[in-house]
């Protein structure tokens, strides 16, 4: 347990640097938003493109882990989606419920974690675990939010303006132009990995502090409305504890008990990469619903929420999981 917690201290660290800078006035209201723009329109591109760029589809294609992946996340995601478009909820923000709840922290929580337990051959699984979760399901979020908020109704006109969009998108640009260039074989040149590299390492820090920010951001935004006299106010702005419980139960339980099914029962996976593909679904929730939600200017509040009580708890669920599949580090 000791290990799993030193493993996430620094992404608590990360967050309550930001929230500290924001609370004691060294950032503005608005650095939430801008922190956030240089993640999606900078850093993580960055990232996302040199981990396709350097990827070949012979490393990733391992089809039983590929589809435990994607059917255990997007089961997930099409029942959250379901749930609260029934509670009437607009489709851009339920969509990103749907990512909170099958979004796994695989890039900032997942390689480290892994590495510890497995050593060197978790690498491939999880860098295809994240390629699924930052470029499939990133781009399958960012098309329903683009056709919750477009106004045009007819079809095919709507579908140009939502593919459109969804193409513009920097988060899905970025890993489509990098896994042209690996499949034409071209060749990234020594300065532009370089800059690669040292912007895509920027991503994680800077989604983190930004997560700090929002957070401050909510609390102060909490003080100034009890200090005018406005609590009930401010208690209707909080997010219904009953979608933050549910949505944290199908993350950290949920979500690895479906991994393990199809992981043992469909796909027959060697003992091993199934212990992988279950770790890897028991994660917290990544920033990236935060991000989205940001981007498009949609409450945040349940989601920093999800974001938060997540990596809190699964200090504690990742260790139950490993024990229960008799996982230790070596």
């Known amino acids: 347990m000791l290990s799993t917690f030193l493993i996430l201290l620094p992404i608590f660290g990360l967050i309550a640097a930001g929230y500290a800078v924001r609370l004691r006035g060294v950032m503005g209201a608005g650095a939430a938003s801008e922190v956030n723009r240089l993640v999606v329109w900078l850093a993580l591109p960055a990232l996302l493109f040199d981990i396709m760029a350097h990827t070949s589809w012979r490393e990733i294609w391992q089809p039983g882990f590929v589809w435990t992946f994607v059917l255990a996340k997007g089961l997930m995601f099409g029942a959250v989606l379901a749930w609260r478009l029934l509670a009437r909820k607009p489709l851009a923000d339920a969509s990103i419920d749907a990512v909170a709840a099958s979004y796994p922290n695989t890039g900032y929580v997942g390689f480290p974690l892994l590495l510890l337990l497995f050593g060197k051959d978790s690498l491939t699984p999880t860098t295809i675990a994240t390629i699924i979760v930052a470029c499939v399901f990133f781009a399958v979020a960012i098309a329903l939010i683009e056709a919750g908020l477009q106004a045009e109704r007819h079809p095919r006109k709507l579908a140009a303006k939502v593919a459109g969009a969804v193409l513009k998108n920097p988060l899905v640009l970025a890993p489509l132009l990098g896994a ?74 949920a979500q690895p ?22 770790l890897l679904a028991a994660l917290p929730t990544g920033t990236g619903p935060f991000m989205l939600a940001e981007y498009y200017r949609r409450d945040g509040a349940l989601i920093s929420n999800v974001i938060l009580v997540t990596t809190v708890a699964s200090v504690v669920t990742l260790v139950v999981v490993a024990a229960l599949m008799g996982v230790t580090p070596p």
């Open 257 to 278: 008990a479906l991994t393990w099914l199809l992981a043992t029962h469909v796909f027959a996976l060697p003992p091993q990469l199934r212990h992988m593909a279950v």
């Open 180 to 253: 042209l260039c690996a499949g034409a074989g071209v060749a990234i040149p020594a300065s532009a990995e370089t800059f690669l590299k040292l912007l895509g390492g920027a991503a994680s820090p800077c989604a983190l502090v930004g997560l700090g920010l929002f957070l401050a951001n909510q609390k102060l935004a909490r003080r100034e409305r009890t200090q005018a006299g406005r609590t009930p106010a401010s208690n209707a702005a909080q997010p219904g504890r009953g979608p933050l419980a549910a949505i944290v139960a199908i993350k950290l339980a």
